[in-house]
């Protein structure tokens, strides 16, 4: 077991103290935390909203947001066998719930084990209540499986996504960015930073898919996503590579 895995469990307490009745201070409850680890994760830093995920739990354990935050994040962060070990212990407290197998398909899918993937995510879009989040995964295990049905997933994901169609916007083109569709994945991103104009994460991804298009507003992009994260070592990264092609191409158009 990773450090990073042990302190989900085991962490830092120093941001537990309640806030003070009466002050105007924020309670730091489990909403509080809630709150702020969707704003670390709008902002790319996948390792503070993990923690903040982790800090909710602290103060709520049958808090059910906290739970599926905190896999995501592990998730984000590459670290799929912990996030599936992460599932297990959600679904002892929330049994057969089909946004946590919808999340254990997707860290399997991650991890390249495809039918155990499809196996959660057929489980997962058989039962009642199915939300967004439940047909994005799908379509994550779908796409993973060359299959033409993903995008009707992804279409009903957003369709069926109520007050939470921004978050789902942003996270449909996210997921159609890492599978190379950036045609389509364009249209919900260029929407994600209209709605979230404040969001590095949704500015960098943005970036990516004009990059993956061959359009320059890609530097424009990632030059936004840097403004609201300075020193955000991917999107600097990001930002170089566009800057090389766009010098090679004006060497070679000369």
Not at 36 to 64: C, I, K, P, T
Not at 82 to 87: I, L, P, Q, R, S
């Amino acid at each position: 077991m990773n450090r990073r895995f042990s302190q989900l469990e085991f962490g830092d307490r120093s941001d537990k103290e309640p806030g003070k009745a009466g002050t105007g201070e924020e309670i730091r409850d489990e909403e509080y935390f809630h709150k702020q680890a969707v704003r670390y994760w709008l902002a790319g830093d996948f390792e503070l909203a993990l923690r903040h995920y982790s800090r909710s739990l602290e103060q709520n354990s049958s808090f059910y947001p906290g739970w599926v935050g905190q896999v995501l994040m592990l998730i984000e962060l590459g670290e799929y066998r912990e996030a599936a070990v992460w599932v297990d212990k959600a679904l002892e407290m929330f049994p057969e719930h089909p946004e946590l197998l919808a999340v254990k398909a997707v860290a399997c899918a991650r991890d390249g084990r495809m039918e155990k993937a499809l196996g959660y995510s057929d489980n997962s879009i058989g039962k009642d209540n199915v939300t967004s989040a439940v047909w994005l995964a799908r379509a994550e295990v779908l796409l993973n499986r060359r299959s033409n049905i993903a995008d009707n997933c992804v279409s009903k994901a957003v369709s069926i996504a109520g007050e939470e169609a921004p978050m789902v916007r942003l996270r449909a083109g996210r997921l159609l960015n890492r599978q190379g569709d950036y045609a389509g994945a364009l249209g919900y991103l260029q929407k994600a930073v209209d709605e979230f104009p404040k969001s590095a994460l949704a500015w960098y991804e943005l970036g990516r898919c004009q990059a993956g298009l061959g359009r320059s507003e890609a530097r424009v992009s990632f030059e936004q996503a840097l403004k609201l994260r300075p020193n955000w070592r991917v999107a600097e990264e990001a930002l170089r590579k566009v800057k090389g092609r766009g010098f090679l191409r004006r060497l070679f158009g000369r």
